[in-house]
T-cell receptor, first 116, second 116 residues
Framework: AAGVIQSPRHLIKEKRETATLKCYPIPRHDTVYWYQQGPGQDPQFLISFYEKMQSDKGSIPDRFSAQQFSDYHSELNMSSLELGDSALYFC???????????????FGPGTRLTVL | AQTVTQSQPEMSVQEAETVTLSCTYDTSESDYYLFWYKQPPSRQMILVIRQEAYKQQNATENRFSVNFQKAAKSFSLKISDSQLGDAAMYFCAYRSGSSGNTPLVFGKGTRLSVIA
C-alpha cells in the first residue's frame, strides 16, 4: 500500500538559512499534519491542513509557514533557521470517516534537519 | 488541554514473555480516540493499535492488545510473546473527537528493550 512520502529525507543547513520540506500524503487522504520531534522528545504538533485550508495550529514558530496545494501535497517552509530547529520533522495524513476513512494518522518516514 | 502521561520511561522484557506499558490521560471530553505508536531505531512512527472511546470492547491486533479503562482514564498496551523486533520507543497518543482532523497529543514515551 502507498505510504506518506517526505522529501528530502536528510537536510543540512547553516544558521539563518531557509529550508523547505515536502510531504505527499497517502492517495485520497485530504488532511495533512506536521510534527516536530526533537532529540529524545515526543512529537509536537506544528500545523495541519484539511482540503487545502489551515485546520489547526500548534507550537509553530512565526519563522515557519506551511501550505497545502491543489494536489494535496504540503510544504513546510522554515526561515532564519536556528540551532534549536534541528529535529526530525514528520508529516502525517488521514482520511475522514465520512469518506470511508478512519481518521487515523499515518506517518511518513520523516525529514531529519540538522542546523549547523 | 489534554495531557498524556507515560510513567515508565524504560521497560524490559524477556523474549516470548508478556509486558504491559502504562498510559493515563486527562480530558474533559467524552468523544476521543487513543493510539499506541511504535518508533523503532529507524525513527519511523508505526501505528500499533487504535481505540475509540465510545467502544467498550478493548482493541486487539495480533499480539498487541489494550486495557481501556475509560472511568480511570487509563489505556495500557499489552504485548504478548515478545519478539526482538518489538524493541522500540512506544508512544501513547490522544486525539479529540470534536472533529475529524484534530492533532495527536503524545506522551513522553516508553523505551522497551527485549532480552534474548
Amino acid at each position: 500500500a502507498a505510504g506518506v512520502i517526505q522529501s528530502p529525507r536528510h537536510l543540512i543547513k547553516e544558521k539563518r538559512e531557509t529550508a523547505t520540506l515536502k510531504c505527499y500524503p497517502i492517495p485520497r487522504h485530504d488532511t495533512v499534519y506536521w510534527y516536530q520531534q526533537g532529540p529524545g522528545q515526543d512529537p509536537q504538533f506544528l500545523i495541519s491542513f484539511y482540503e487545502k485550508m489551515q485546520s489547526d495550529k500548534g507550537s509553530i514558530p512565526d519563522r515557519f509557514s506551511a501550505q497545502q496545494f491543489s494536489d494535496y501535497h504540503s510544504e513546510l517552509n522554515m526561515s532564519s533557521l536556528e540551532l534549536g530547529d534541528s529535529a526530525l520533522y514528520f508529516c502525517a495524513s488521514s482520511s475522514p470517516v465520512g469518506s470511508g476513512g478512519t481518521d487515523t494518522q499515518y506517518f511518513g518516514p520523516g525529514t531529519r534537519l540538522t542546523v549547523l | 488541554a489534554q495531557t498524556v502521561t507515560q510513567s515508565q520511561p524504560e521497560m524490559s522484557v524477556q523474549e516470548a514473555e508478556t509486558v504491559t506499558l502504562s498510559c493515563t490521560y486527562d480530558t474533559s471530553e467524552s468523544d476521543y480516540y487513543l493510539f499506541w505508536y511504535k518508533q523503532p531505531p529507524s525513527r519511523q512512527m508505526i501505528l500499533v493499535i487504535r481505540q475509540e472511546a465510545y467502544k467498550q470492547q478493548n482493541a486487539t491486533e495480533n499480539r498487541f492488545s489494550v486495557n481501556f479503562q475509560k472511568a480511570a482514564k487509563s489505556f495500557s498496551l499489552k504485548i504478548s510473546d515478545s519478539q526482538l523486533g518489538d524493541a522500540a520507543m512506544y508512544f501513547c497518543a490522544y486525539r479529540s473527537g470534536s472533529s475529524g482532523n484534530t492533532p495527536l497529543v503524545f506522551g513522553k514515551g516508553t523505551r522497551l528493550s527485549v532480552i534474548a
